[in-house]
């Protein structure tokens, strides 16, 4: 992926096509766990597209192209739930569905309910795309102690509210 950079970098349209084309799908995975409306994910991902071929001279070690573009791409997406004022969505990926047997799909997002937009987000960043607390901090501009603590913190509140749904349910 570095010799493309190169090449984008020195104005080479096809080499940064084939970045584009290479990332296509994690940038379509990110955009659709911040924004509910296809338009909107189509939106900020074209945003992003020209951002970057606009900027990619500025990316300092093109090793992290993959990390500066969805850094673009986050950016993007709050620039437009900002303007919508509408609050972080999560929403689940047709290939979750697949994976998933009956209503694996509704089961997470209510049980992810009750956490903050941002923890929704990280929470679906690591439990449905696979994505690292690496990748997740640098992907939504935080420490990794930052979403490490926040994923503990979530598990464990989600873990007392179903301890409390099942006395509840049990008495």
């Known amino acids: ?3 493309l950079v190169k090449r984008a970098k020195r104005g080479d ?6 970045l584009i084309e290479q990332n296509k799908q994690s940038m379509y995975k990110v955009a659709k766990g911040f924004l ?21 001279g500025s990316l300092k070690q093109d090793a992290y ?7 673009i791409l986050i950016n993007h997406c709050k620039d437009i739930l900002r303007k ?12 979750f569905e697949e994976q ?3 209503g694996g799909e509704q089961e997470f997002k209510e049980m992810i309910e009750p956490l903050r937009e941002q923890d929704r987000s990280i929470f679906t960043l690591y439990y449905m795309y696979g994505m690292k607390v690496k990748e997740i901090a640098a ?10 603590t926040r994923l503990k913190r979530g598990r464990e509140m989600l873990r007392n509210e179903m301890a409390g749904k099942q006395e509840a349910g049990g008495r």
């Open 1 to 3: 992926m570095e010799r």
């Open 13 to 18: 349209a096809e080499a940064f096509i084939e």
């Open 36 to 56: 509910r409306d296809e338009e909107d994910v189509a939106d900020a991902m074209s945003e992003t597209v020209l951002t970057c071929y606009e900027k990619i």
């Open 65 to 71: 192209f993959k990390t500066w573009m969805i850094r």
């Open 84 to 95: 919508q004022k509408r609050s972080v969505s999560v929403e689940i990926l047709p290939e």
């Open 100 to 102: 998933t047997s009956g």
């Open 139 to 148: 992907y939504m501009e935080m420490k990794e102690n930052t979403v490490a």
